[in-house]
């Protein structure tokens, strides 16, 4: 129980099959209480909460868009009346779309830009403005993708944005250092969660075979995989480790063309 | 080998006067015809998203965030797919360059901004490369180093451009002919076979930790 007496919150975690729950059910394994937000599946969201009580920890359900900073501060707020701290930020969500660059519209550019930049910016801010304050340092996690690394055509936006967080988890390691506040984050490959539902090449049996052969391990990721990276990052095990990246893809990135 | 532009007709898009000045001056020299329009014949299209400015990002406000999201990557995604719609419709074979920072390349203090930004336009000008590579279309980016068009990097604490030359292994800033030069190699015949590529105009900037405030030691 490596995170007994640590309040984390988690962003996009209401779906089941979520990376973000996989996060949220790996940290209160490791004894954390969590604060589990979505914008939408509100009552999935509830579930979730309801399912972290179960295991015997404190959690709570925050609806917001965190695209939005006002409500991102009212979550934090909320987060530190109910919980009393906050230690670990898992900033993982994310959302993504499949237009090849000469497709690329005007609304999806906008919508993913606003996710997953601007979420990540809105997110890491206003979690770092509380653990300056709360003095004991902490630790945040974005959850990237295998496209920080290897991009696709087929997904130039989303994966410029994963791409973009080496650099933008790289700055804030240096300039939240002073503070103790450690800044990494996790490269997910295939994982079969609700984001890729809709993937184009994730729609028939022979589709999914073909995935799993694209992977060197053979198949998907699962979501509490992806939760135990964070658990290392969070723990103590991760204290000196600072904008660093760590890939979760079966060896995806190695193998793909 | 001489840089032969004749007979070339090169956009500018975006960028300030100042900048597009001096990158005007450099492909005229070297034979093109320049203009700031994607009509007629467009053989090269040579993209500047904003400014380069620095602020930590804790005092960076959701307007400097909109701002560069804005200017950096969806201007120059318009701009870029207007003109590869333009080369494709010519049936010519074309030409494109982005101009980035070094701050897209390393983290570097205080420019989480743009840094941000720019590596995101840089992977979709990549991806643009492999798609628009079957047209002829070749796509790329030059990362820009401390230039004498005012970017002195607050992480190196200090105050002017001789003493961020301590900071570059080449011993001195760039200057925008330094990037308007290569612009005319990527404009040129000689790089046909280069695409997607990165290309630091930077005397070695990024070679150093520079972004930790370490200069390079030196005999």
């Known amino acids: 129980m490596r995170l007994q007496g640590k309040v984390a919150l988690v962003t996009g975690a209401a779906e089941s099959r979520s990376i973000g729950w996989g996060i949220a059910r790996a940290l209160a394994e490791e004894g954390a209480d969590v604060v589990v937000n979505d914008v939408a599946l509100l009552d999935e969201l509830d579930k979730r909460a309801d399912d972290l009580r179960a295991q015997g920890r404190r959690a709570l359900a925050i609806p917001a868009d965190v695209t939005r900073a006002d409500q991102v ?10 919980m009393g701290r906050l230690d670990i930020v898992a900033s993982n969500a994310g959302i993504v779309r499949w237009e090849s660059f000469l497709d690329i519209t005007p609304a999806n550019l906008r919508a993913i830009l606003n996710v997953n930049i601007k979420g990540n910016v809105n997110v890491c801010k206003a979690a770092a403005q509380h653990m300056i304050r709360q003095g004991q340092g902490g630790k945040i996690i974005i959850t990237s993708s295998v496209q920080s690394d290897v991009n696709f055509p087929i997904t130039p936006v989303y994966g410029g944005t994963k791409r973009a967080m080496h650099i933008f988890v790289g700055c804030l390691a240096l300039e939240l250092a ?63 480790i600072t904008g660093e990246y760590i890939r979760i893809d079966g060896g995806l990135a190695l193998g793909k063309d | 080998m001489r840089i032969d532009l004749t007979g070339k007709v090169a956009a500018l898009l975006g960028g300030s006067p100042a900048l597009n000045d001096r990158l005007a001056g450099c492909l005229v020299a070297s034979g093109a015809q320049v203009t700031q329009v994607i009509e007629g014949q467009v053989d090269v299209v040579v993209i500047s998203p904003g400014r380069l400015t620095d602020k930590a990002f804790m005092d960076a406000e959701p307007d400097d965030w909109d701002s560069a999201l804005s200017n950096n990557v969806e201007q120059s995604v318009y701009a870029m797919q207007t003109a590869a719609r333009h080369m494709i419709a010519q049936r010519r074979s074309g030409r494109m360059i982005i101009l980035s920072s070094v701050a897209a390349l390393k983290p570097l203090a205080n420019m989480s901004v743009v840094g941000t930004s720019l590596a995101v336009l840089q992977v979709i000008a990549q991806m643009a490369a492999v798609d628009l590579g079957p047209y002829g279309i070749t796509v790329n980016i030059i990362a820009m180093g401390v230039t004498d ?24 800033v760039g200057t925008i002919d330094d990037v308007g030069d290569v612009c005319c190699f990527l404009t040129s015949d000689q790089a046909q076979y280069i695409t997607g590529a990165i290309i630091p105009v930077d005397g070695g900037y990024t070679l150093t930790k520079a972004g930790a405030g370490t200069p390079p030691k030196r005999e």
Do not use: C, F, K
């Not at chain 1, 501060?73 to 109910?82: H, K, L, Y």
């Open chain 2, 149 to 172: 068009e005012s970017w002195i990097p607050r992480s190196l604490n200090v105050g002017s451009l001789t003493e961020v030359q301590r900071y570059i292994p080449l011993t001195r």
């Open chain 1, 178 to 240: 002073p503070h103790n506040i450690t800044v990494n984050h996790i490269g997910p490959g295939w994982v079969q969660s609700a984001l890729n539902d809709p993937a184009p090449d994730q729609q028939t049996p022979e589709d999914i075979e073909n995935q799993r052969r694209a992977v060197p391990l053979h198949r998907a990721g699962t979501a509490y995989e992806m939760g135990r990276a964070v658990v290392y990052l969070a723990s103590s095990d991760g204290d000196y």
């Open chain 1, 73 to 82: 501060s009212t979550m934090i707020e909320q987060t530190i009346t109910e």
